[in-house]
């Protein structure tokens, strides 16, 4: 008897079965490999933009914080320089008031300074004073 005997021919169909499964395995691991490699690659080149993207951020904040040390800088010396202009005015004033006090014109400070304020600009300073000189022309 040449034919083979039914559980060979069981035994090679299984055979043939485990080698199919064992072929669609390695054809799923291989996909699943391949799948893999792409999603890394995807993800190394969102990171890439990423970490562009924060050395970008990271430029614009220091940017940001110099232009606000020069902001600052800028604020202080024009304060700087105010108080400077306000001193002036006051240092004026008051060598304006000693003048007048010694020629006799006597003023009281109050009157100095009833207009004047902390921004009072040089030319309303000398317009005050000519409004004084002609009061105490009048008063001789």
Do not use: C, W
């Not at 169909?13 to 291989?30: I, K, P, S, W």
């Not at 220091?62 to 010396?77: A, C, F, G, H, S």
């Not at 202009?85 to 008031?97: A, F, G, I, P, S």
């Amino acid at each position: 008897m040449d034919t083979p005997d039914r559980s060979s021919v069981d035994q090679d169909g299984e055979r043939t079965m485990r080698l199919r499964d064992a072929v669609n395995e390695r054809h799923h691991l291989n996909d699943d490999v391949r799948l893999i490699k792409n999603r890394v690659s995807q993800l190394k080149i969102i990171e890439s933009k990423m970490l562009k993207k924060i050395e970008k951020t990271r430029i614009e904040a220091e940017k940001i914080i110099v232009n606000k040390q020069n902001n600052l800088q800028k604020y202080k010396t024009r304060e700087d320089l105010q108080r400077i202009k306000d001193m002036e005015v006051y240092t004026k004033r008051e060598r304006n008031l000693r003048q007048r006090q010694d020629h006799g014109a006597v003023i009281s400070k109050q009157e100095v300074y009833a207009k004047s304020s902390a921004n009072i600009t040089v030319v309303e300073a000398r317009k005050f004073a000519v409004e004084i000189q002609k009061k105490a022309a009048e008063e001789k």
